[in-house]
């Protein structure tokens, strides 16, 4: 119903593609707000917040016409994609089912082992129409193998791996695998489906950004620890861009995590990396952090 009211509402706004698309062209990139608006800013369907404008751009931004080629503070720089796209990038136009294809192995790629409920949640989130027919087409052809989970019924929701990664299970079970620690984004992979993580991880994972402050659990802007296979705990860190200090206002150990030494090193060095990738000459810690890491975040 959404996509539909959508392209009716693009095929009826053509005047609106072509002014997007000229003025990029003429003028190069620019911010939404930079271009023209309707008089009273809004669309005149009334069906959104954003202007006819800025709703076009989001479209040609789907239909790989436009792309974010910089950034000005919080908002985004569009431009033509022909004149940013590298050289190597593949340019090719693919029909819907195709894409569905490609996505469906992407999504397993991504999660590691994922179930259809699953893959219809991640990447092309909600756009596999015909998921049931791709499955049976990528076992048939082997790309992806139905992966048995202890205690679960695989006749109920049989989960899958692709075969491409069917060499990374054999070296996690080999003595290749060398695990580590680092601070994951709120919406990586292994957490971004919150059902998910909390389901194969027991972590309890929730984005307190838009939560009052006296009602924040862990804080405002929330990264999880990653300690080899396991969520280990979470950090509050804040990037204080004048004194060029990343400021970790609390770190929280889940119940069970590691107490040593070695895991409180680890954690302060994957803070470190942080702090180095952020620009930050010096990494400092409040009160807020567990009794047994403290020798090692302070």
Known sequence: MWRTRIRAWVSKNPKVSRYVLKELSLKGPRLSRQFEKNEDGRGKDGWSSGSDVTRMIHHLFLS?????????????????TDGFLPDWAEKEELPEEEVEYRAVQRSIRALGIASKRQ???HFLRGRYPNIDAVLQRLESESAVSRVLLRGRDVKKEPYYVHADDLR??????SDRWEPRT??????????CDRARTEEFFGFRFRVEIY????QRKHGYYVLPILHGDRLIGRV??????KRQ????????????????????AAVASALEDLGGFLGAKEVSYSAKVPEFWRSSLR
């Open 64 to 80: 790989g016409k436009v792309m974010v080629v910089g950034r000005q503070g919080n908002q985004k720089v569009w431009g033509l």
């Open 119 to 121: 893959i219809k949640y």
């Open 168 to 173: 990374t299970l054999d070296r996690i079970e």
């Open 182 to 191: 680092t601070v994951l984004s709120p919406f990586d992979n292994l957490i």
């Open 211 to 214: 939560t009052p402050k006296e």
């Open 236 to 241: 509050d860190p804040m990037m204080d861009r």
């Open 245 to 264: 200090r990343l400021v970790v206002n609390a770190v929280h150990a889940e119940k069970g995590a590691p107490e040593d030494r070695q895991t409180a």
